[in-house]
């Protein structure tokens, strides 16, 4: 008797071989049908039951939810809705599912809203649309590691728990261990905390870029894929306070080599969940088409999910610098028609998510990614041009998305380094280690950063980024 | 001119073809002979200048740290250290590296200890033992999600800001927002953490196993590897405030099958590290065989490092039930000795270090997985045996290393795991996500946790978890 997984007999030719599986039901019709599901596949596995000869009371416990075995005999099947199914010999039931309690839950056969199922985020994946996300989003997951390392980058983990704060003031998460409800005091009434575990004040990070650096310059080229946080009070479809983050770093590398390297790594894991996930992904698709079909046509996607990402695949990203977006912009329709909330007046302006918008859904229709920044709306890291008011940034812009990734080539230069942290007041006693990398065979050297939720946004078609996480945190939300 | 890696130079057969290397100068003598490395492999590449006819001053910063890029010939080498070398045509300083300051740092061509790499830990992957060790980290962990993905399980992201706290009381960091100088109180004085950014008390995540249960319980085997956080104030040469976590968890799994996995994944990790850092092993095979030469006798390992590995790989891990273990224990040489710190008297006993270490290392002289603990030493969600009083709890012990592994088949039925929780005094408000998995459709079902500093540890034969993380984070130090 070989133990097997549902997408294995999905895909099995060992017609008349014994097999067992287990499962959780997802219907039972007929008193004969049932749909098994090990969360394998996003199919169910029919398994035929004999309920002639079947315990009455085995029978009434096969319910929606149930935890069960089947020993069986792999058939082709007769219906015309799978190729194969099992003739079942013995059911055993491992965990009952009360149908009373079933129905208050999400597990119940009905259609659910994503708020509701976000509700019960602890059993969501259990349904067919979360479970088909998660595993793309596992396998998206394995395609960023297997594309750095066949490439030779070195996968460095940066702190979670950081001690500097230089890039994300205010928007950092406090991390303690002090006791809130008596805190010690030095004697001018501040905290003190020299008596907390660090010995200082310490955060969750933002980012890992600046500590990845180090790494980069001297394993060469280097890449984290790490939580990151950000405790900004923003209840939106598109933010979470706690995501996780690609950031590669690569020595020697300008910004159109990052340009070069980030266009093909999107391009690579968009082909390998294309050619790994592609059930899940056809059934994202249908859901999406369906959603859109309730929609007013004029809000309907202009192209299907599969549509989509073969789109991206097989075009090159549209590569534009900011003072060329701004011409583009200032002459657009919905600026000149005041249609835009931000107008476009001067060069300098912040662009804000209307105009990306407008640039690659309207104008471009392809992804874009905007280059050359004005410095004095860009991290103080990034390098100054030659024209002394642009920076080396870039951002990449998809449709529907927004930004999914930023990045630039790094400031080498230690001497301009530090003008700029001057003139922004960041402490050279903070980032003494930072400098150092500039002090000791600095070199030009790129990288950016990818919030991995967007890209599963993206690649799944989903609308909310708390329906690509397993347990959402947003303000006012840590369940689970 | 093709761009190359010194990783590929050194390997390739290309003579006489034309190539552009760049990276950092680890060496330069007799004006003639530069080491250079990119971070690409521990090996340096031999770049031969031809000083007659370079500029004095490109000469004069050619100098250890230094960032420079050189085009050049491929060359069978006549020296005996190297294969091949570079005939250098041209030479480029991207960055400096002044000698006086150099000599201040860890760069400097000396031996330096440990505990100063770890003070200039933004430098560290520059030495030839950090580089190795980083190397082999970043191979590892690409092993493990292999090794999870080719065997279909699905990678989860369990949440690291948590709002539950029935694991971890006590040793958990707390994640706040709230101004700490300002607290909000409500009426009675105690803090008002409706005001905090989640509307609760939360914290820093010390296992994600019970969010991943929820997910096998659908998925059927997921696995995690993600940053996990422990308060406790141990300054030892194995423990961190932050460390990496693997977890994988196994529906309609028991603990058999669970050793089964364990077993099989280590022996899968170790023999990819084995075939893709065979380099960077053997250095590290040398350093400790250099390190072990400077111990008195009585303190050297009995076996190298690569022997070490290969021993594992060969050898069954021994499984041993804790009441077996306790019998060996009480009837072993330093416990009638006296010699045990602690001493076994009874059945019941918690194992120490020392005991653990007796059993690894002197009695069975393999890896150990010990099962069946007592229920009261071992978590609340752990199965309860027929005995009524034993567990089916598993520890894996490695020599050197001590517990490398803790894992059990879990509590899948609701009514014994209330009355547990009952007894424990663990609200099951706080859990009702957690019951909700055992009321509908529970079963069998098992996982563990494997610390990846731990295994590094082993892995790399260094002696000092701080050593295998770029950037520890341990009592009174967040640096960096």
């Known amino acids: 008797m070989t133990q097997a997984k549902v997408a294995e007999l999905l895909d099995s030719n060992q017609f008349l071989q014994e097999f067992q599986v287990k499962g959780w039901v997802r219907s039972f019709r007929s008193n004969r049908f049932i749909a098994l599901n090990d969360g394998s596949t996003i199919n169910n596995l029919q398994c035929v039951i004999d309920f002639e000869n079947t315990d009455e009371d085995i029978l009434k416990r096969i319910t929606v939810g149930a935890a069960i075995g089947v020993k069986g005999t792999l058939k082709e099947s007769a219906g015309s809705q799978q190729r194969v199914e099992i003739e079942v010999n013995e059911v055993k039931i491992y965990g009952d599912a009360n149908p009373e309690e079933v129905k208050l839950t999400i597990l119940s056969p009905k259609r659910h809203s994503l708020e509701k ?56 998460f406090k991390v303690t261990n002090l006791d809130l409800k008596n805190l010690p005091k030095n004697e001018d009434g501040s905290i003190d905390y020299k008596k907390d575990f660090f010995g200082k004040e310490t955060n969750l990070t933002v980012s890992g870029q600046l500590e990845g650096e180090t790494f980069a310059l001297g394993l060469g080229q280097i890449y984290t894929f790490g939580p990151t946080f950000r405790s900004e009070n923003s209840n939106t479809s598109r933010h979470l306070a706690e995501f996780w983050m690609i950031e590669p770093e690569v020595a020697f590398c300008d910004l159109d080599g990052n340009m070069d390297l980030a266009e093909d790594f999107i391009k690579y894991v968009l082909k390998y969940v294309l050619e790994h996930c592609k059930d899940d992904l056809e059934f994202l698709d249908q859901r999406l088409s369906n959603e859109d079909k309730a929609k007013p046509k004029a809000e309907r996607s202009e192209m299907g999910l599969l549509e989509k990402l073969h789109f991206v695949l097989d075009n090159n990203f549209k590569r534009v610098s900011y003072t060329e977006a701004i011409d583009i912009l200032k002459n657009s329709k919905p600026n000149k028609k005041k249609k835009f909330n931000y107008l476009i007046e001067e060069w300098g302006a912040d662009l804000q998510s209307e105009h990306e918008r407008f640039l690659v859904e309207k104008h471009f229709k392809s992804p874009v990614i905007l280059f050359d920044y004005p410095a004095n709306i860009k991290a103080f890291y990034m390098r100054l041009n030659e024209d002394g ?20 080539q790094r400031e080498e230069r230690l001497d301009v380094l530090q003008d700029k942290m001057k003139a922004l007041e960041i402490d050279e006693k903070e980032l003494w280690w930072y400098l150092d990398t500039r002090r000791f065979g600095t070199c030009v050297h790129s990288g950016f950063g990818l919030g991995f939720e967007r890209l599963v946004l993206f690649v799944t078609g989903m609308s909310n980024i708390r329906d690509v996480i397993p347990f959402p945190r947003t303000p006012q939300n840590a369940e689970f």
């Not at 980058?153 to 230089?166: K, L, Q, R």
């Not at 008011?389 to 990045?407: H, N, Q």
């Open 117 to 172: 199922l976000r509700e019960q985020a602890h059993l969501r994946v259990r349904t067919n649309t979360f479970g088909a996300v998660m595993r793309v989003r596992s396998k998206l997951s394995f395609a960023v590691h297997s594309y750095f390392q066949q490439n030779n980058f070195h996968y460095v983990n940066t702190p979670i728990i950081t001690g500097s704060d230089a890039e994300g003031a205010g928007e950092m």
């Open 389 to 408: 008011k642009t920076v080396r940034a870039m951002d990449i812009l998809f449709p529907g998305i927004g930004e999914i990734v930023g990045g630039s």
